[in-house]
Structures are given as structure tokens and as C-alpha cells.
């Protein structure tokens, strides 16, 4: 089992910036791929951003490639999502997710998922 407590979010004006937190706790955190989703009011939830524990591999939706930045504090096991240059349309609930890798579908899928944090940005 793994839990995810998330911080960081909260209201913004647009071009500001945010960084958000991800505590992670629980048994053998290595083996997943940590990501962040976000779920915009009245929109699916989608993916943002993803990086291991180990090694240098990150990656990025289109929608935020050039702006955010995810790193991590293997010490204090904790991911980061830093927001740059934030727009209205990344007001959304972010979400971190533990991730495993669907052999089968070929392609990493959240296992256990935060509460999220709300990042509210104002024109």
C-alpha cells in the first residue's frame, strides 16, 4: 500500500507560478512511476507530468512541456510539481498517482492515488 498527501495548491493570478508537494509513504515507492494528473472542472482527469525515483527520465504533456517542471527529494520522498507561467486553464484539482506498468497494455497506469490539491488561477 501507498499514500499520497499532496500540498501547494491555492489561488493564483495568471503568470504566476505554484509548487506543489507529494509526500510519498508505504512499501517498495522504487518500483512505481510517479505522476502528476490534473482534473479541470467539467473535463476529464489527465496527465501532466511523470518521473522515477531513480535516473533522469521525465515526462511531459504537450499541454505543459516548457512550463512545469517535476523533480523529486528521494531523502524526504517527495515529488514536486513546479508550475510556471500558470494560465486560467490549469485551474484544475491536481492529483499525485503511483504508477505500474501495464505489461500487458504496454504503457504505465496509476495505482494509488492522492486526495489532490486545488490550484485555482484568475485572470
Known amino acids: 500500500q501507498v499514500q499520497l498527501v499532496e500540498s501547494g495548491g491555492g489561488v493564483v493570478k495568471a503568470g504566476d507560478s505554484a509548487k506543489l508537494s507529494c509526500v510519498a509513504s508505504?512499501?517498495?515507492?522504487?518500483?512505481?512511476?510517479m505522476s502528476w494528473f490534473r482534473q479541470a472542472p467539467g473535463k476529464e482527469r489527465e496527465f501532466a507530468a511523470a518521473?522515477?525515483?531513480?535516473?533522469?527520465?521525465?515526462v511531459y504533456a504537450d499541454s505543459v512541456k516548457g512550463r512545469f517542471i517535476i523533480s523529486r527529494d528521494n531523502a524526504k520522498n517527495t515529488i514536486y510539481l513546479e508550475t510556471n507561467n500558470l494560465k486560467p486553464e490549469d485551474t484544475a484539482v491536481y492529483y499525485c498517482?503511483?504508477?505500474?506498468?501495464?505489461?500487458?497494455?504496454?504503457?504505465?497506469?496509476?495505482?494509488?492515488w492522492g486526495q489532490g490539491t486545488q490550484v485555482t488561477v484568475s485572470s
Open positions: 518521473i522515477f525515483w531513480t535516473g533522469t527520465n521525465t
Open positions: 498517482t503511483a504508477e505500474i506498468y501495464n505489461t500487458s497494455g504496454g504503457a504505465w497506469a496509476p495505482k494509488y
Open positions: 508505504g512499501a517498495r515507492l522504487y518500483v512505481f512511476r
